[in-house]
């Protein structure tokens, strides 16, 4: 089984709906993540999280909003979806020990209409 | 200036040749440096890290981090197929708690 899954894998939704996109991970570890990549582009980070209680805005949070329901669930939602927010979608985690290394999801990709 | 900088456009090697890819950063206090291989419509895989200035190196894969210049760099020995990817390169200061990523480089790799 994979230790780091997202579902859905692949959403195609209208401009205004408001979507969720869910992070699990069996791997243990304490900090999660969600990124962003557009095509050609490197991944910007939107929030992160290192605890249950810790939740930060990284570079791009406008437009969205996360909900950590326990260590191993890290949720991604769009309150209001918009073309631009089309891309594919990452979650990653890390633990507090080996912080620097980041294990990936295998990616939701979210086309908004 | 952007933090992580990858302006290399894709590279295309013959197999068995050498692929070697270059990476700035604009943080001098930057601590940790990652190489992840991404392959199309996948998820980032870490293949390499380094802390410490000079070369460190896993099977076919070598970095090479020079603080004082500010870049790591990444080479790819006996370039294989299954090596073509978008390589992104990744870099994590002291204090910061995020790394960000450079563009990535695509490497095609022509049996």
Redesign the interface.
Known sequence: DADVTQTPRNRITKTGKRIMLECSQTKGHDRMYWYRQDPGLGLQLIYYSFDVKDINKGEISDGYSVSRQAQAKFSLSLESAIPNQTALYFCATSDSVHTDTQYFGPGTRLTVL | QKE?EQNSGPLSVPEGAIASLNCTYSDRVSQ?F?WYRQYS??????IM?IYSNGDKEDGRFTAQLNKASQYVSLLIRDSQPSDSATY?C?V?TRGN???A????NQVVVIP
């Open positions: 992580v940790s990652f419509g996948k998820s980032p895989e870490l890290s992104l990744a994590k708690n995020r790394l990523f450079g563009k990535g």
